[in-house]
């Protein structure tokens, strides 16, 4: 202790020495350390205590002001007041609040919405046994949505099967680019091309616009076999949040006639799917946020905003865009994968999608990834059976496949 006490001291008085700007260096530099750690430990605390708001703070963020105002505005007075925006957002509301009226109108709302990035233009870079053709129109029109990326081996001799990735984003943001890098992992096996599908937005247009695109994206796939190798009979489709969704919707409506629309030169070819991947997509939107546990039991703007207003009064438009409610015995294999802690959609989503297939005889396999989020998995495990899972029901290899919990962090 003496020893200790000792080596104290002469810190202390070593601190102290040296000319007064020098030690007000020194004081000034040990100060900044702890008001960045006190800032950091109250900044952790800060999304511990908000993680539950925090989705419907991003959503809002995603629309435009005036919609922002449409939505919130809940005495119909034309402006915000700080009760009627999200927790999160009322620690922003008086730098918000520019003329500190103690309200939010529509000029001021615009800082709400983040930058969002342009439209993903470049071309990603892909391994060199990988040729692509960018932005193919598939619904005969001049939409930039309405376009496909297509990836081919550069050399092949059959017929080869497609997998079709379909991006997330809310329904209102991602693009077609965002996956070509996922895609073309499968594509440089030389087994297999691939496709990634663009789609009208909801901020274009409500749904059942999304589902008509990808129904014309299969249309195109089909109608173009023969030009670009490829086997009509061997689709398989994969995606991620709004784009597992949409996949999961392909799998569950192949035999329906309701949601083809009328879009592109192929419409004598039909929509239907030989597998389905399905990563953590809404499957029920007339109860998503809404089951008790599931989120925090308000409406979501997003899916009000796909179905082109509330979900309660816009019920039969919630069922048209729920998986589970075309689901029958003529559905192609599902694989599911959803994290336990998943902030944005409810992991219950998954198990009632899963469950309602199998009540069908329909084959699928859950996937839960324990401790996992809205996305970003950690355990290559789960690449292994998305692979494993194409393999068997595009390739005709032979797998296995049952419900399965792994852990996010191998």
């Given at each position: 202790?003496?020893?200790?006490g000792?080596?104290?001291?002469?810190?202390?008085?070593?601190?102290?020495?040296?000319?007064?700007s020098?030690?007000?260096?020194?004081?000034s530099?040990?100060?900044?350390?702890?008001i960045?750690?006190l800032g950091?430990?109250?900044?952790?605390?800060?999304?511990?205590?908000?993680?539950?708001?925090?989705?419907?703070s991003?959503?809002?963020?995603?629309?435009?002001?005036?919609?922002?105002?449409?939505?919130?505005?809940?005495?119909?007075?034309?402006?915000?007041?700080?009760d009627?925006?999200?927790?999160?957002?009322?620690?922003?509301?008086?730098?918000?609040?520019?003329?500190s009226?103690?309200?939010?109108?529509?000029?001021?709302l615009?800082?709400i919405?983040?930058?969002?990035p342009?439209?993903?233009?470049?071309?990603?870079?892909?391994?060199?046994n990988?040729?692509?053709?960018?932005?193919?129109?598939y619904?005969d029109?001049?939409?930039?949505?309405?376009?496909?990326?297509?990836?081919?081996?550069?050399?092949?001799?059959?017929?080869?099967?497609v997998?079709?990735?379909?991006?997330?984003?809310?329904?209102?943001?991602?693009?077609?680019r965002?996956?070509?890098?996922?895609?073309?992992?499968?594509?440089?096996?030389?087994?297999?091309?691939g496709?990634?599908?663009?789609?009208?937005?909801?901020?274009q247009?409500?749904?059942?616009?999304?589902?008509?695109?990808?129904?014309?994206?299969?249309?195109?796939?089909?109608?173009?076999?023969?030009?670009?190798?490829?086997?009509?009979?061997r689709?398989?489709v994969?995606?991620?949040?709004?784009?597992g969704?949409?996949?999961?919707i392909?799998?569950?409506?192949?035999?329906?006639s309701?949601l083809?629309?009328?879009l592109?030169?192929?419409?004598?070819?039909k929509t239907?799917?030989?597998?389905?991947?399905?990563?953590?997509?809404?499957?029920?939107?007339?109860?998503?946020?809404?089951?008790?546990?599931?989120s925090?039991?308000?409406?979501?703007?997003?899916?009000?905003?796909?179905?082109?207003?509330?979900v309660?009064?816009r019920?039969?438009?919630?069922?048209?865009?729920s998986?589970?409610a075309?689901?029958?015995?003529?559905?192609?294999p599902?694989?599911?994968v959803?994290?336990?802690?998943?902030?944005t959609?409810p992991?219950?989503?998954?198990?009632r999608?899963?469950?309602?297939l199998?009540?069908?005889?329909?084959?699928v396999?859950l996937?839960?990834?324990e401790?996992?989020?809205?996305?970003?998995?950690?355990?290559?495990k789960?690449?292994?059976?998305?692979?494993?899972?194409?393999?068997?029901?595009?390739?005709?290899e032979?797998?296995?496949?049952?419900?399965?919990?792994?852990?996010?962090?191998p």
């Amino acid at each position: 202790m003496p020893l200790s006490g000792g080596r104290q001291l002469c810190k202390t008085w070593h601190f102290w020495q040296g000319s007064w700007s020098e030690r007000v260096s020194r004081c000034s530099w040990r100060f900044s350390r702890l008001i960045g750690i006190l800032g950091f430990s109250f900044l952790i605390f800060t999304l511990w205590a908000g993680l539950p708001t925090m989705a419907q703070s991003a959503q809002v963020g995603l629309l435009e002001p005036k919609a922002i105002l449409e939505r919130l505005d809940r005495d119909g007075d034309g402006r915000l007041s700080r009760d009627e925006i999200p927790p999160l957002l009322r620690q922003r509301f008086e730098r918000l609040d520019r003329n500190s009226d103690g309200f939010l109108d529509v000029a001021e709302l615009g800082a709400i919405r983040p930058a969002i990035p342009p439209r993903m233009d470049s071309t990603p870079a892909l391994a060199p046994n990988i040729e692509a053709i960018w932005d193919i129109p598939y619904a005969d029109s001049d939409e930039p949505r309405q376009r496909l990326d297509l990836l081919l081996p550069r050399e092949r001799k059959n017929k080869l099967p497609v997998i079709v990735a379909i991006h997330g984003g809310g329904w209102i943001g991602g693009d077609k680019r965002a996956v070509v890098g996922r895609l073309a992992n499968f594509v440089a096996t030389g087994q297999y091309a691939g496709a990634s599908v663009g789609y009208r937005l909801s901020n274009q247009a409500a749904w059942p616009a999304q589902i008509h695109d990808c129904k014309a994206a299969i249309r195109w796939i089909r109608g173009n076999a023969d030009k670009y190798g490829l086997d009509p009979e061997r689709i398989g489709v994969i995606g991620w949040s709004a784009g597992g969704h949409l996949a999961a919707i392909l799998g569950t409506t192949g035999d329906l006639s309701d949601l083809e629309g009328e879009l592109g030169a192929y419409r004598d070819q039909k929509t239907t799917v030989q597998c389905v991947v399905d990563f953590f997509g809404p499957s029920d939107l007339r109860v998503v946020w809404e089951d008790p546990g599931e989120s925090a039991g308000r409406p979501s703007v997003l899916v009000e905003r796909l179905l082109g207003g509330p979900v309660k009064e816009r019920l039969e438009v919630a069922r048209s865009a729920s998986p589970v409610a075309f689901v029958s015995a003529n559905d192609p294999p599902f694989l599911i994968v959803h994290g336990t802690v998943d902030p944005t959609v409810p992991y219950r989503q998954s198990v009632r999608l899963r469950d309602r297939l199998r009540e069908a005889g329909v084959p699928v396999a859950l996937i839960t990834v324990e401790g996992g989020g809205h996305g970003a998995f950690r355990n290559p495990k789960i690449d292994e059976l998305v692979s494993q899972f194409f393999a068997t029901h595009l390739l005709g290899e032979k797998h296995e496949f049952s419900d399965l919990t792994v852990p996010n962090n191998p």
